[in-house]
């Protein structure tokens, strides 16, 4: 059975910084394409993030490029969004999800971390 667990969300102030935080089990972990998903009250999911599973190539929202950064440790079966700068608009659930490289769907996702950033 596949298993996205985050965690390391939390409440913090404009300016401040989060690492989010996602550990896989019941995959093969190094072959998924990764990527972090947010949801704020009242709107639709968003992409923020992506890692590709070969090159570790990232792709992300313009809305958090140069504030955001995703990585991922293969060996930890984890993946990683280190947020810095952030904005009250940031404030959402945050998930991860994988996929297969071939697919260009996402497949597997997990539950969520909530972050709230107060101004």
């Known amino acids: 059975q596949v298993q996205l667990v985050e965690s390391g969300g939390g409440l913090v102030q404009e300016g401040g910084s989060l690492r989010l935080s996602c550990v896989a089990s019941g995959l093969s972990f190094s072959y998924f394409d990764l990527g972090w998903f947010r949801q704020a009250p009242g709107k639709e999911r968003e992409f923020v993030a992506a890692i590709r599973y070969i090159s570790s190539s990232t792709a992300f929202a313009d809305s958090v490029k140069g504030r955001f950064t995703i990585t991922r440790d293969n060996a930890k079966n984890t993946l990683y969004l280190q947020m810095n700068n952030l904005k009250p608009e940031d404030t959402a659930i945050y998930s991860c999800?994988?996929?297969?490289?071939?697919?260009?769907?996402?497949?597997?996702w997990g539950q969520g971390t909530q972050v709230t950033v107060s101004s």
């Open positions: 999800a994988a996929k297969l490289a071939t697919a260009s769907e996402y497949l597997y």
